[in-house]
Structure formats: structure tokens, C-alpha cells
């Protein structure tokens, strides 16, 4: 399991997200993923968890937690990694080899440069991942304290395990992370967790500037 969250500096952060392959399907075949990157510019989980030089990551990446490249139908949009090429443009989504829609659109992330910006020693989370459709759902949790020696801002495993992780649908049945309705730290081992599997996390605070910071397990 993962024995810290760790995060990018704060001059890498998520501005949008897409997804061109909605669940949880263990993609091995690129052409399943449909145009995103190509009608979009928007780049693979993997390409963005593991661009170290870029993200420049706040302690070491726990590797088996980075989706292989092509696994996952998720995609983002990191201002330091990738520019978009237009945010009009339709993408083709897929659900395994079939083509459910043309009409996929990438969405802005939710909380970056939000008017909302947490408080000081208040943080959110936000958790997205594919949906039954071509879409991604996000899970949000406002992590508020009044406690000023709270360096962290509430970004710890425990955290997330207690408020985000457990919210999540039963995807079992396919290859996601299963929510058992019960908090289980099995959603951040190496072989189940949300990173490996193709979700996206952000997390920020008064201090990252109202910008969504990305997350990933770390050792």
C-alpha cells in the first residue's frame, strides 16, 4: 500500500479532464480509446503520473500505482504537461470497441481557479473517474479545520480513505476499485488502488492559488 499521498508543485495542476472509454475495462487495444489525444491534446493518466521532470512530484512515486499506458480511458488536461488544441472539439468515445458518442467534449475541471478557494488550513479534494457513460463522475470533500499547526491540510492516506475512496460506486464486475461500503484500505494497494486503475485526483488549498494540484500514491 501506498505510505504517503504525494503531490505536484504548485505551478502543475489539472485544467480539464475527458474520458474516452467510460469504465473500468482493462483497455489493450489503443484504438478503443477512441480520438482524444488527437482531437483534444489531452494526455494519458500515465503520461501525466509519470512525468516526473514536469510534475515535479513532492517525494517518490510509488510505480506500480501508474496505470500502464493504454489501460485506462481517462485523460487530462495538466497546464505544465499539455496545451489543448481546441476545447470545442468533439472526440469519439467508446465503451470497449464500440463507439457510443462523437460528441465527447472535455470538461473543465471543477475546482480549478474556483471563486470558492478553500480557507486557510481548509483543503478540497476532488476524485474523478469513468462512469457508466463516456463521462467522468467526481467526488468532492471540503476538508475544513480551525487547527493552524494542520501543515498537511488533510492530505493523508486516512483522509481519503474516510471521505473520498469509500463514496465510491461498486464497479465489481469490471476492473476499477471496488467500494464494499466499508472503509478498506485495499483501494490503495498497488493492485486495486484509484491511481492504477485510471482515476484522477486533485487536492488543494488557500496556498495552491484556487488551482486543483494533482495527487498520487507515493512510497
Not at 514536469?54 to 510509488?62: D, I, K, T
Not at 496505470?67 to 485506462?72: I, S
Request: with cysteine.
Amino acid at each position: 500500500m501506498a505510505t504517503q499521498l504525494v503531490i505536484s508543485t504548485n505551478t502543475a495542476y489539472l485544467t480539464h479532464a475527458g474520458a474516452a472509454n467510460s469504465i473500468f475495462s482493462g483497455i489493450v487495444n489503443p484504438s478503443e480509446l477512441g480520438n482524444i489525444a488527437t482531437a483534444v491534446g489531452a494526455s494519458s493518466l500515465n503520461e501525466i503520473y509519470t512525468n516526473n521532470a514536469q510534475m515535479q512530484w513532492s517525494g517518490p512515486v510509488e510505480i506500480q500505482s501508474t496505470p500502464t499506458d493504454g489501460t485506462t480511458g481517462q485523460f487530462g488536461v495538466v497546464n505544465t504537461v499539455t496545451a489543448v488544441n481546441n476545447l470545442g472539439a468533439d472526440y469519439e468515445c467508446a465503451r470497449f470497441a464500440s463507439v457510443i458518442t462523437t460528441g465527447g467534449r472535455i470538461q473543465r475541471a471543477i475546482s480549478t481557479n474556483a471563486s470558492d478557494t478553500p480557507l486557510e488550513n481548509d483543503a478540497r479534494w476532488c476524485l474523478y473517474y469513468p462512469s457508466e457513460d463516456f463521462n467522468q463522475e467526481v467526488l468532492v470533500h471540503d476538508y475544513t479545520s480551525t487547527d493552524s499547526t494542520d501543515v498537511n491540510q488533510g492530505n493523508n492516506i486516512q483522509e481519503l480513505l474516510d471521505n473520498v475512496t469509500g463514496r465510491m460506486n461498486n464497479f465489481s464486475g469490471n476492473n476499477g476499485p471496488v467500494c464494499t461500503g466499508v472503509l478498506s484500505n485495499d483501494l490503495l494497494d498497488s493492485n486495486t488502488n484509484i491511481f492504477a486503475k485510471g482515476c484522477l485526483l486533485t487536492w488543494e488549498t488557500n496556498n495552491t492559488g484556487g488551482n486543483a494540484v494533482i495527487v498520487m500514491a507515493g512510497n
